[in-house]
């Protein structure tokens, strides 16, 4: 992938770069094919982050910190490497999908690891097996966009012993 030298601010909806992180949230093959997805808050974020620095694993996952233009960088994510690029409200809207971004201060383009196995590869029992030693359901979440939405997700998978 390539991405832009020494951007610092992007105030335009319609920069292609944020049009391409676009594509990646809504696309899951284009996604695949780059390699690259958005993680949207400050605490998955670190939590990726965290997880890195506990496997030590010297690759860069992160490569861009989008941020909420407010002057001012979020304490639980100020020592994540990756570039910083603050954004306006509207393409931060963008980014993330949703209509309101109260709770949204920060999005993350992430390299997916190489690691992560694609279930719709056609792989053995055995690759599934070793990823999910107690397999008896998956619950895909792909492509939700309301953040609401995934603990309602969970709880009715709970529910119903998923």
Not at 6 to 22: A, D, E, G, Q, R
Not at 24 to 36: I, M, T, V
Not at 115 to 128: F, I
Request: charged share 20%.
């Amino acid at each position: 992938a390539c991405f832009p030298a020494n951007l610092k601010s992007i105030t335009s909806t319609s920069n292609p770069f944020i049009k391409h992180c676009v594509k990646l949230r809504q696309n899951s093959s284009y996604r695949d094919s780059h390699g690259l997805a958005l993680v949207i808050g400050t605490t998955l974020i670190r939590e990726i982050h965290e997880f890195q620095t506990l496997k030590r694993e010297g690759q860069k996952i992160i490569e861009y910190l989008f941020l909420l233009d407010k002057g001012e960088l979020l304490e639980e994510i100020h020592d994540i490497p990756g570039d910083k690029v603050h954004v306006s409200s509207a393409v931060m809207k963008k980014l993330a999908g949703v209509q309101s971004i109260e709770s949204i201060e920060a999005v993350a383009l992430v390299r997916i690891p190489s690691s992560v196995l694609n279930l719709n590869d056609n792989q053995s029992d055995m690759h599934c097996k070793r990823w999910f030693p107690h397999l008896h359901r998956i619950l895909v979440l792909e492509g939700i966009q309301d953040p609401g939405n995934l603990g309602t997700l969970l709880r009715s998978a709970l529910a119903f012993k998923w």
